[in-house]
T-cell receptor, first 114, second 111 residues
Framework: NAGVTQTPKFRILKIGQSMTLQCAQD?????MYWYRQDPGMGLKLIYY???????DKGEVPNGYNVSRSTTEDFPLRLELAAPSQTSVYFC?????????????FGSGTRLTVV | SQKIEQNSEALNIQEGKTATLTCNYT??????LQWYRQDPGRGPVFLLL?????KEKRKERLKVTFDTTLKQSLFHITASQPADSATYLC??????????FGKGTRLHILP
């Protein structure tokens, strides 16, 4: 099993550009999450999904959009990149609610906006 | 607002000793706590989950406690090894579908 696969691993964007961070899992997990991790700030939840067709905002959703058309994929869209979106982005998944079991994380996407 | 705090930015422990990391929470009574390990440049890896009705959980050299009176979880690594050096994250959650992470504690096991 590949687990949670994130692409790309690194990306440099110019201010105002758009991009999509890809996340795919092959574990038939229902729940999927997007976090960003800034140095010394911990993981902040951006968006999450409890199943295909269902998404909800987390703590820091502004500037991002998501969709969940299939169980496997949960892409994160940045429409107008800003320097404040420079961060490491992690996608995670779990089979059920987080009080059942822990998350499986991807290896992250390091994004720099210049 | 819900707040979760982990003790100190870095903890240095001599190899072979027990490392103890602390996670405190305020303004909230989480239904469960999770602990993760994160190595530099990698995603977090899930270690243990403990629910509010459980006092203690163990997995090999790892032990987690959950004290709802003190509003605290302790994470212990016994017989610590240099390979245990990493950042350890505490996360708590309630009755909804998401968890909140602490900032983490960097643990250095000194040979």
């Amino acid at each position: 099993n590949a687990g949670v696969t994130q692409t790309p691993k690194f990306r440099i964007l110019k201010i105002g550009q758009s991009m999509t961070l890809q996340c795919a899992q092959d574990m038939n997990h229902n729940y999927m999450y997007w976090y960003r991790q800034d140095p010394g700030m911990g993981l902040k939840l951006i968006y999450y999904s409890v199943g295909a067709g269902i998404t909800d905002k987390g703590e820091v959703p502004n500037g991002y959009n998501v969709s969940r058309s299939t169980t496997e994929d949960f892409p994160l869209r940045l429409e107008l990149a800003a320097p404040s979106q420079t961060s490491v982005y992690f996608c995670a998944s779990s089979y059920g609610r987080p009080d059942w079991d822990g998350y499986t994380f991807g290896s992250g996407t390091r994004l720099t906006v210049v | 607002s819900q707040k979760i705090e982990q003790n100190s930015e870095a903890l240095n422990i001599q190899e072979g000793k027990t490392a103890t990391l602390t996670c405190n929470y305020t303004n909230y009574s989480p239904a469960y706590l999770q602990w993760y390990r994160q190595d530099p440049g990698r995603g977090p890896v899930f270690l243990l989950l403990i629910r509010e009705n459980e006092k203690e959980k163990r997995k090999e050299r790892l032990k987690v406690t959950f004290d709802t009176t003190l509003k605290q979880s302790l994470f212990h690594i016994t017989a610590s090894q240099p390979a245990d050096s990493a950042t350890y994250l505490c996360a708590h959650g309630g009755r909804d579908d998401k968890i909140i992470f602490g900032k983490g504690t960097r643990l250095h096991i000194l040979p």
